[in-house]
């Protein structure tokens, strides 16, 4: 099992930016890919950024050029960066890492409320 913890989140105003950040204990010998997800109130959870333990990036194109994820494979933690937030990134973000088995784990989610 493997267990997320993520802290970071918080209340910001549009423009401005806050970093999230998860570290990953337990049985972390066979993660892979770590990131983050997010989901407003009454919206599916959608992919905001990964980060595969060979370094292999992929952003929601919502985020592109906005978040940088970021990892340290010694410390199993990972990242996120969040630069020019808007109220539409206003959602609970959840920590995610995927075993190479293909087992999934989540976070306990952390609330991101951007102001306009």
């Known amino acids: 099992q493997v267990h997320l913890v993520e802290s970071g989140g918080g209340l910001v105003q549009a423009g401005g930016s806050l970093r999230l950040s998860c570290a990953a204990s337990?049985?972390?010998?066979?993660?892979?890919?770590m990131g983050w997800y997010r989901q407003a109130p009454g919206k599916q959870r959608e992919l905001v950024a990964i980060?595969?333990?060979?370094?292999?990036?992929n952003y929601a194109a919502s985020v592109k050029g906005r978040f940088g994820i970021s990892r340290d494979n010694a410390k199993n933690t990972v990242s996120l960066q969040m630069n020019s937030l808007r109220p539409e990134d206003t959602a609970v973000y959840y920590c995610?890492?995927?075993?190479?088995?293909?087992?999934?784990?989540w976070g306990q989610g952390t609330q991101v409320t951007v102001s306009s």
């Open positions: 995610y890492c995927a075993t190479f088995q293909q087992r999934a784990y």
């Open positions: 337990g049985s972390i010998s066979n993660i892979n890919t």
């Open positions: 980060i595969s333990s060979s370094g292999f990036t």
